[in-house]
């Protein structure tokens, strides 16, 4: 049996905030909703694939998360990364729902752009063309 990811952290500084945008403008689906003595445990899953990586919109709660987040974004360095048939034509899509667009659609070997996520973190979207 192989190992292969279940979830995966996104640091982010506004949970609610951070559940709206990877829904409503990327599309995911809430997926996991608990909460528990303050602390709110909530993951979201690709619309067409329930049951594959989880993303954790994690708080900011750790020391370290704070300094981490805001250098890997000042570096212009994404979270993470995303896959779509079309970069161009998720990139339009995203910007017609008010999306910042951090670097245009570019050809390195993979067609890549970036987008920020209004809670502190950029995400490269990879795919074709």
């Known amino acids: 049996m192989a190992l292969k990811a279940a979830m995966v952290s996104v640091l982010v500084d506004d949970q609610e905030r951070a559940l709206a945008f990877y829904t409503d403008k990327l599309g995911f689906e809430k997926k996991s909703d608990i909460r528990n003595d303050g602390y709110w445990w909530v993951t979201v899953t690709a619309a067409d694939d329930p049951q594959g990586v989880e993303l954790v919109l994690e708080p900011l709660g750790h020391p370290a998360s704070i300094p ?21 034509a998720e990139i339009e899509r995203l910007r017609g729902l008010g999306v910042t667009v951090v670097s245009e659609p570019q050809n390195y070997g993979v067609w890549s752009a970036t987008i920020d996520d209004t809670c502190g973190n950029l995400i490269q979207i990879v795919g074709g063309e």
Not at 79 to 86: R, V
């Open 68 to 88: 981490y987040q805001q250098g890997l974004k000042a570096d212009g360095i994404p979270l993470i990364q995303l896959t779509t048939d079309s970069v161009s």
